[in-house]
């Protein structure tokens, strides 16, 4: 259970602003997700807080700012998941998921009895064991996707960043994904911080939207909040229709233009 | 891991051991001198026996590094040769030569071992910097082809060392070419400190180059001190190569032939392939090295003719197996 302080957090490129600061706490256990049109900031929000690139501003995880850990220690505080994860097409799955232990193997050492078990008790979790001496380049999109989760889960972090985890899959693979981090997040306590395209289902998993458009932040809130057509037109240039069911679920439909 | 991944990586530990010893066998027996027996004892120990062991170095270390570049570079088709390592060697010995070698024989330490290094280090360097400046995610080819480039140009400027220095061609010529067919216990003390260091790193970092497999930013996000351990890797490698070329000459392919080889058998882990390198390089090296000394005899087939006839068709077999990768 760990809190995500952002304060006035922000990325440069080449002196091109990726990223202008941002502020915000996300609560212990919170689902945050980024929105935003292509270039908006998203990523180098994310990858800002997994240490990859350099920023500006503070990152503090319960109280203790990023900046004064160490990289492995980090390793364990935060789990990042990226956009097209690298998955050697002969690797094993097991081999795979150990990765996730990295952070708490010594410079010169090797994964301990309790590393593995570990790994077998995450793979079982996530209904993975048939799967674990399988190489990867043999997997289907879906089964990859719940191996990077695995990975991820192993690393043991109460952070979670995930960037566009559910692009490359189709509706059910989508929902499944989704399903398993919201369960994750509630079993173990995890605080996510995700970036999708997909609005609805944004909406649908996420407790808060930030929507960013060239690098600022322009609206925050739930999903009744942020997702109204006049916001969506003027920021991702898009027609749409908001459509909110009874139960605040908010469905966002594009409409065509031509009849 | 599975029992069944346990078992596995026993069994091909011992297969090489086993195919490693009939390897060092078959070297001690055959020659043009017959087989073992008194009266031929002061040959076995002065000739093949350091003919053999220099020949397992070698192909040790260039299968250790070659696994090693392949795993820092994410490249499957790197090897100490393709890298501009061995152009850059071969620049500094040139070099060394050029001053005189009787200039540095008074020196505490031979600089050529030295130096061969350091010209090896700027060369991997310079292809390193280049293939990442025009592979924006550094792409297999674009290394490729960065190392082709660094070849041609330490290749190009070894040239015109040798035109300005004449009286010294002989003696290049003879360091290119390698002396593992006549290879004494003097050699082998050379190289040795050089080679247990280099294996030592190497296989110390075998779980960090299985990290690297994810690419730099996953690496890192696990913890990885990518930059500090790409350093450390190609800095040994570099040494382990650098000193072996300086006895061995140029012996191309069995960087990449043999990981390759590995890699097939045993899986692609690292942890396995570094280790199974170290032996199975050695043992090939050993048997290739068999064939040149009957084959013409009494003349010697150097033992890089006989590797590169082998390496070359192999190495563009796996080019075309390997398309997609680029």
């Given amino acids: 259970m760990s809190s995500v302080h952002l304060d006035a957090l922000s990325v440069s490129y080449d002196h091109s602003v990726a990223l202008s600061p941002f502020t915000s706490e996300v609560r212990s256990g919170e689902w945050l997700c980024l929105i935003g049109p292509n270039g908006a900031g998203k990523s180098s929000m994310l990858r800002a807080i997994a240490g990859l690139v350099p920023h500006d501003g503070a990152i503090v995880i319960d109280g203790v700012p990023l900046s004064i850990r160490s990289a492995r220690r980090r390793a364990t505080l935060v789990a990042y998941v990226p956009q097209s994860p690298v998955m050697p097409d002969d690797m094993t799955a097991f081999e795979y998921v150990l990765l996730g232990r990295s952070p708490y193997v010594s410079y010169f050492g090797h994964e301990s009895r309790h590393d593995r078990a570990m790994v077998a008790n995450v793979l079982e979790r996530l209904d993975l064991v048939a799967f674990s001496s399988r190489q990867l380049g043999t997997m289907s999109g879906g089964e990859r996707q719940r191996l990077v989760i695995a990975r991820a889960l192993a690393q043991e972090a109460p952070v979670l960043l995930l960037d566009e985890p559910t ?8 929902q499944q994904a989704l399903e398993l981090v919201d369960r994750l997040r509630r079993e173990n306590g995890l605080t996510v911080i995700s970036a999708m395209h997909d609005l609805t289902l944004a ?23 942020v997702l109204r057509a006049e916001t969506l037109s003027e920021f991702y240039g898009a027609s749409v229709t908001v459509h909110q069911h009874d139960d605040g679920t908010v469905v966002v439909i594009p409409r065509r233009t031509l009849q | 891991m599975s029992v069944r991944e346990t078992t596995r990586r026993t069994w091909w530990t011992a297969i090489a051991l086993g195919v490693f010893v009939v390897a060092v066998f078959l070297g001690v027996m055959i020659g043009p001198a017959g087989r073992v027996s008194s009266a031929n004892w002061d040959i076995i120990w002065n000739v093949r026996m350091p003919r053999v062991a220099l020949a397992g170095i070698v192909g040790a270390t260039l299968s250790l590094a070659g696994a090693s570049y392949q795993g820092v570079f994410r490249n499957p088709l790197v090897d100490p040769y393709l890298l501009g390592v061995a152009a850059g060697a071969g620049l500094g010995a040139t070099i060394i030569f050029a001053v005189g070698r009787d200039a540095t024989s008074g020196w505490p330490v031979d ?5 061969s290094f350091i010209g090896g280090l700027v060369a991997v360097m310079i292809t390193y910097l280049v ?11 674009s290394l490729v082809l960065a190392g082709v480039a660094v070849v041609s140009l330490f290749t190009a400027i070894q040239t015109f060392v040798l035109q300005r220095n004449n009286d010294v061609i002989r003696e290049v010529y003879s360091w290119i070419l390698g002396r593992v067919s006549n290879a004494t216990w003097g050699d082998v003390r050379l190289v040795l400190p050089y080679v247990v260091v280099t294996s030592a790193v190497l296989l110390l970092h075998r779980r960090h180059l299985d990290l690297f497999r994810v690419g730099d930013d996953e690496a890192a996000s696990l913890g990885s001190d990518v930059a500090r351990v790409r350093i450390v890797v190609v800095t ?11 006895v061995s000459g140029l012996i191309g ?3 990449v032939i043999v990981p390759h080889a590995v890699r ?5 882990s690292y942890r396995r392939v570094l280790p ?7 043992t090939f090296l050993i048997l290739v090295d068999i064939p040149g000394r009957v084959l013409q005899d009494p003349a010697e087939t150097p033992i890089g003719v006989v590797t590169a006839f082998f390496g070359a068709p192999f190495f563009i077999l796996l080019l075309r197996s390997r398309k997609a990768i680029a």
């Fill in chain 1, 167 to 174: 692009s490359a899959l189709d509706i059910g693979h989508q």
């Fill in chain 1, 203 to 225: 909406g649908l998993y996420a407790d808060r939207l930030a929507l960013l458009h060239e690098g600022h932040l322009v609206a925050m809130g739930d999903a009744a909040t």
């Fill in chain 2, 111 to 115: 600089p050529l071992p030295l130096v």
């Fill in chain 2, 131 to 141: 293939g990442a400046a025009f592979g924006a995610s550094r792409s297999s080819t």
């Fill in chain 2, 236 to 246: 040994a490698a570099t040494m382990g190569t650098a000193a072996v070329v300086s």
């Fill in chain 2, 253 to 255: 392919f069995v960087g």
């Fill in chain 2, 264 to 268: 097939l058998m045993a899986g692609a």
């Fill in chain 2, 276 to 282: 199974l390198s170290l032996i199975v390089g050695a």
